[in-house]
């Protein structure tokens, strides 16, 4: 519906025609106006939606629940531990398992570099650094054993549950080799590729 007409005002000797905005552009417009009020109130007010942020956090969480039923009916494998080791979620709360004064972090410090245990970061191990290796350090502690230059002293963690035990071993997976400076490498430690 165009019309020769043009509005009062030119600027710059630019004048500009004065034509009605199309129906389809009006109602796609109201559509958006009563769009958002549903929409602000669905996610901001009564807050009932996930936010893209929130919503990514819960699918992440729900992928490494998944993975862990699913992995829950296996005997634990390098495969599997290196498999939860990639999960965002399973990382990251191993991560706040480890970091927790109370667990590791008092003993490996909270970047995993060591202090009266070893660095966890480093490519040295004295039990090795396999998945399944670091799993039996976690799970099963390791006792002094003068005899044959075992130091010990790391505490064995059956008491805390699988579910513990495979996320911090999933932690320790995710920091290894990222080579943080800090303690230096046991005397009885064997390099690891
Ligand atoms: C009371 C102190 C203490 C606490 C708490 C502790 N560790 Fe240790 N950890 C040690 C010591 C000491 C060693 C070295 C033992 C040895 O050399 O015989 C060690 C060894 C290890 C090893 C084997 C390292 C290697 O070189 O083979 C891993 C893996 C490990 N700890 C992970 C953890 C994790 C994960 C936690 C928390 C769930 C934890 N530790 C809690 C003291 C501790």
Redesign the pocket.
């Known amino acids: 519906m165009s019309t020769n007409a043009t509005r009062s005002h030119t600027f710059d000797g630019i004048e500009e025609f004065d034509n009605r905005l199309p129906n389809w552009w009006l109602w796609t417009f109201y559509g958006a106006c009563i769009f958002s009020v549903f929409y602000w109130i669905h996610f901001h007010t009564i807050g009932t939606g996930a936010l893209p942020g929130e919503a990514y956090q819960l699918e992440q969480r729900e992928a490494a629940l998944r993975l862990e039923q699913q992995l829950a009916a296996n005997p634990v494998t390098d495969e599997m531990l290196l498999k939860l080791a990639q999960e965002p979620a399973f990382v990251a709360e191993g991560k706040a ?2 970091q927790d004064m109370t ?2 972090a ?3 410090r909270a970047d995993g570099g060591g202090l ?3 660095n ?1 970061t480093d490519d ?6 396999r998945p399944m ?2 799993y039996t ?2 799970l099963k502690g ?4 003068p005899a044959n230059g ?6 064995e ?1 059956t008491s ?1 549950g699988m579910q ?2 495979l996320r ?2 999933a ?2 997976l995710s920091i290894k080799h990222s080579n943080v400076p800090g303690k230096a490498p ?1 005397p ?2 064997k390099r690891e590729q």
């Open positions: 398992l480890f667990h590791c008092l003993c490996h009266v245990g070893p966890l040295m191990w004295v039990y090795g650094g290796d670091i350090s976690i390791r006792a002094a054993d075992y130091m010990g002293g790391m505490p963690h805390k513990f035990v911090t071993t932690y320790v046991e009885n430690a």
